[in-house]
């Protein structure tokens, strides 16, 4: 493991203070578990956006191949 310091509001110390007590393990261990929970979600957060990214991708198809330079032709023009 590597120590690592963070300065936190003393509300928050008082907090965590008082759940490791009642949890009954260090305030250390405490904060481990928060933050490794964090990150779980985060990854979690970051694998659906990148499985709707890969949906959307598949979803547009039959775009005219210039596109990217006569946008303002497609979208502006009256058909």
């Known amino acids: ?3 690592t310091q963070i300065y ?3 509300e928050f110390h008082q907090d965590l ?3 490791a007590q009642k949890a009954n393990v260090s305030m250390a261990e405490l ?3 928060f933050v490794a929970e964090g990150i ?3 990854e979690k957060k ?3 956006g990148s499985l709707l990214l890969e949906i959307a991708h598949g979803a ?3 775009l005219p191949e210039n596109i990217s ?3 303002d032709k497609y979208l502006y023009s009256k058909k």
Do not use: D, N
């Open 1 to 3: 493991m590597i120590r």
């Open 8 to 10: 936190l509001p003393e």
């Open 17 to 19: 203070v008082m759940m």
């Open 31 to 33: 904060i481990r578990k």
């Open 40 to 42: 779980t979600s985060q």
């Open 46 to 48: 970051g694998t659906s």
């Open 60 to 62: 547009v198809k039959g």
């Open 69 to 71: 330079t006569e946008h």
